[in-house]
């Protein structure tokens, strides 16, 4: 088994164009005296959508790591996988995020628990015996289900884990509230941050109990842009000592967008575009997301409008902050799941990201330094 380290990051990234941009973020980190181990994550949908593999990202990673002389671990993980897609990332992966919820769609009673766990034994075991040996790190996700998890059903669910044999690392429970795609926590911070620290004592517990791996955490799935909850967080990670995983996966390719408009020129024309071509598809795209995003049709500007914008309104616009008047959620939630649009547009897209990359870059490193790492795991 490998062993992931008390705090990781997902740094999603949808063309594997900015791995040594997200890696900086976490060097940055480490000169300030805190290892924040990047995972590299990617599900099924996504490489189904821009037409890539996992070996596409194991390859992106790596090379990042190499040029910028990295000494610390990092990993690839094979994000919402399930016995129906898992095997085309079992060579290229070492991190297996295993999702049971859709049988946990309700209240978590017995039956469903049993019924959940198994399934991500049966999963876990498939992996195991096409490893070879070779170690990996299991993380279970439930963030997608109907209904919040409370510390007590998370503990009897830990419970049916260890008796399933499954040396689970990260367990991602869903929370109350809605954690919506690209935007800040929508819900009773407070309460949320009972729960957090809820759940903390029940994963401490379990791995009492049932002789769970002893580095057990949290996952907080959906986390990107999660601001208003960094600070509770932070102080309940300080009190317990715990650790946590946060998955940021969908910023990466908004910071893209953000820093080709920025750029001028040819790259803010393609971003406009981008805008358009997911304006057309909205339906299209927001379906398969519908559970994790809140887009209101009044507040999305019509493409001609997009077209006449400056470098500084698009930038504005999609930008997340909520100090800003132009910037618009409902916007940045339809760019958020709309990077089929850009996709579609094959070398084109990536070629301006080339051309733009000391934009794109600067912006990639800072969001995920600054709005994600700084405030959850170094401010005071």
Request: aromatic share 8%; hydrophobic share 40%.
């Amino acid at each position: 088994m490998l062993t992931l380290a008390r705090y990781s990051i997902g740094v999603g990234d949808r063309f594997s164009r900015q791995a040594e941009a997200q890696l900086r973020a976490c060097m940055l980190a480490a000169e300030q005296g805190v290892d924040v181990i990047p995972v590299w994550n990617k599900s099924f949908r996504e490489h189904s959508i821009i037409g890539s593999a996992p070996a596409g990202v194991r390859a992106a990673a790596e090379a990042a790591v190499r040029k910028l002389a990295w000494n610390k671990p990092f990993h690839v993980d094979a994000d919402h996988i399930n016995l129906s897609n898992v095997d085309g990332f079992i060579e290229s992966c070492d991190f297996f995020t295993l999702d049971v919820a859709d049988r946990l769609r309700g209240a978590a009673g017995p039956g469903d628990i049993r019924a959940a766990v198994g399934e991500a034994g049966r999963v876990y075991r498939h992996i195991l015996s096409r490893r070879d040996g070779r170690p990996f790190i299991t993380e279970i996700s439930m963030d997608e289900t109907d209904a919040p998890q409370t510390p007590a059903e998370l503990t009897a669910i830990l419970a049916a884990i260890a008796e399933e044999g499954i040396p689970v690392q990260t367990i991602a429970p869903k929370f109350t509230g809605r954690f919506n795609k690209g935007v800040d926590y929508v819900g009773d911070v407070s309460r949320f941050a009972e729960e957090f620290a809820g759940d903390i004592a029940a994963i401490a517990e379990a791995v009492r109990r049932y002789n769970l791996p002893p580095n057990l955490k949290l996952s907080v799935h959906s986390g990107s842009d999660k601001f208003s909850l960094y600070a509770p967080m932070r102080e309940a990670l300080r009190q317990s000592g715990a650790g946590v995983h946060l998955k940021t996966a969908g910023t990466t390719w908004l910071e893209e967008l953000i820093g080709l408009a920025e750029a001028g020129g040819d790259g803010l024309a393609l971003a406009k575009e981008v805008y358009a071509g997911a304006f057309a598809h909205r339906e299209e795209l927001c379906a398969p997301y519908a559970t994790v995003i809140d887009i209101d049709p009044d507040r999305l500007p019509r493409p001609d409008e997009v077209e006449r914008w400056t470098s500084g309104q698009y930038v504005s616009a999609l930008r997340h902050d909520s100090s800003c008047r132009e910037f618009n959620p409902s916007l940045r939630q339809l760019l958020h799941v709309g990077y089929k649009a850009a996709a579609r547009m094959g070398s084109r897209y990536l070629d301006l990201l080339a051309a733009c990359e000391a934009s794109v870059s600067r912006n990639v490193t800072a969001n995920l330094f600054e709005r994600h790492i700084r405030p959850l795991l170094l401010d005071a």
